[in-house]
């Protein structure tokens, strides 16, 4: 059956979250355009030219139809919804958004961010060389201290927050998992935040009682405790905006703090977030402070903090019976090599953890140790130190693939954040959390020659732009991005401006 051509002056509508009264409902719209995804690690990534998406009035994957033949006119678009999803009822409430007749654009999953601290935006940069310990206490506890202030606390945390969440949901990131402070209200602030602008997030209040070399920046145990409890109960019945028990890492946590938590975590079904195996002084200070645990994994493991809904961040330097403990426990590691590098950390044996321990790794920005903001940017970077530590090694096995960063950086957030049923691929039952990447975007570094561009459907091109995109782009190249089928970002639309 011969379906229709694009309808005259049918395009999106820009619809700021905030906008949206009670009574908005999306059109259901039909999304005709080159899809690339991974919706497996095995399979690698997956290329569809001219695929029609349907996305309904909740943002759910309606149906994915491959290699769909080019309808025509507009009883088409009625004939097509009835064919794969049933009548249309309102043709107002329908829209058909064609990019495929555009060789430069496709449509990729919205980017995961597994490890951010939100609060420490304003030290990006700052900090080179810095080793981890001397870092916090010299730079982030510092700057995490303020959001704690009266004076200044909310007017700070509008500031800071307002500028993270925009930034990274214009570079790509529908979903993030956020460290904010140790304060409730300025982390209730930024669950609103997530709502107004429309990104899916996590907030994770910083839970830590024990922080011997910064004390003036801690908090009783059953202060945390109760605030913790406090966060979980205003972030009840949020759309999008969740919250994830965070206790900052070990040695800054009481054994009492680590064990109330853990079972927090477990009564109220709450996903869990902290650091490991960072800094190879940061392991010998958690091997003095808990002496009775076999290893820095096994701290988490005997409190209850290690399970499927875990993200373990970094974990550069884990030994094998670590490794074996997280993969049984079924956690995720979140990788953050632009961080890892910038405070000289080390290079986390990545392609081990996932083709030998066969660990579920995403990707995280961890601003501010990391400076990029963009997943993408990360994405690279994963790539360029896993080649440095292959040259270090001499085993070529230990570097990444185009394939591998794809996979961490959208299905394996996915998997990691707890929402794999739902995000991370495009799939019927899925939300679509997507981004419209352009490689002709204006500003944009990337450049594309007629012989590059490909033709029936010519995988290694595809790939060869991918990889263009990949090291030579960056957030200009990312011109609409959606969460749940809303447009939140459309750098198309005349007049947009970064918030």
Known sequence: MTYFEEPPGVEETFEPQWNRGGSYRKPYTLYRATFIHTPTFETGIVISPNCLV????????????????????????????????????????????????????????????THIHASQYPNIGIGLGCPLLDWLNNYTFKLEKRFSDPKEQMELAKLVYTKVINRTLKAGTTCASYFTTIDTKTSKLFADLLLKY????????????????????????????????????????????????????????????????????????????????????????????????????????????????????????????????????????????????????????????????????????????????????????????????????????????????????????????????????FEAGKQFDAQLIDLDAIGANTDVFDWQIPKNNEKDKWLDLISKWIFSGDDRNCVKVWVDGNLVVDKLRLGWVLV
């Open 54 to 113: 349907g996305v309904n009035s909740e943002g759910t994957i309606d149906f994915v139809r491959e290699e769909a033949s080019q309808p025509a006119g507009i009883d088409g678009i009625r004939l097509f919804k009835q064919e794969y999803t049933g009548p249309v009822q309102n043709l107002n409430h329908f829209k058909y958004v064609d990019y495929s007749k555009d060789c430069y654009k496709f449509i990729v999953p919205g980017f995961i961010d």
């Open 198 to 425: 429309g990104q899916r997030g996590f907030v994770g209040k910083v839970c830590m009682d024990h922080n011997e070399e910064y004390p003036e920046y801690q908090e009783p145990k059953d202060k945390s405790l109760e605030a913790m409890k406090d966060l979980i109960g205003y972030c009840d019945g949020l759309t999008n905006v969740k919250p994830i028990i965070t206790p900052r890492f070990a040695p800054v946590c009481s054994s009492s703090l680590l064990k109330q938590l853990g079972q927090l975590a477990k009564d109220c079904k709450i996903p869990i977030q902290t650091h490991i195996s960072e800094n190879k002084d940061e392991i010998k200070l958690v091997e003095g402070l808990f002496p009775e645990c076999d290893n820095y994994a096994s701290v988490y493991k005997d409190h209850g903090l290690l399970g499927s809904s875990t993200i373990l961040a970094h974990a550069i330097h884990l030994s094998e019976k670590e490794c074996n403990v997280i993969k049984k426990e079924n956690c995720s590691l979140s990788h953050c090599p632009t961080s890892n590098s910038f405070i000289s950390s080390g290079e986390a044996p990545i392609h081990k953890y996932l083709y030998e321990n066969k660990i579920n790794v995403s990707l995280g920005t961890d601003l501010s140790g990391g400076y990029e903001q963009s997943i993408l940017g990360v994405m690279k970077h994963s790539i360029m130190v896993s080649h440095h530590l292959a040259m270090k090694t001499e085993k070529s096995k230990d570097k990444l693939s185009i394939h591998d960063v794809f996979y961490m950086a959208t299905r394996a957030g996915a998997i990691a954040v707890g929402l794999k049923d739902k995000l991370g691929s």
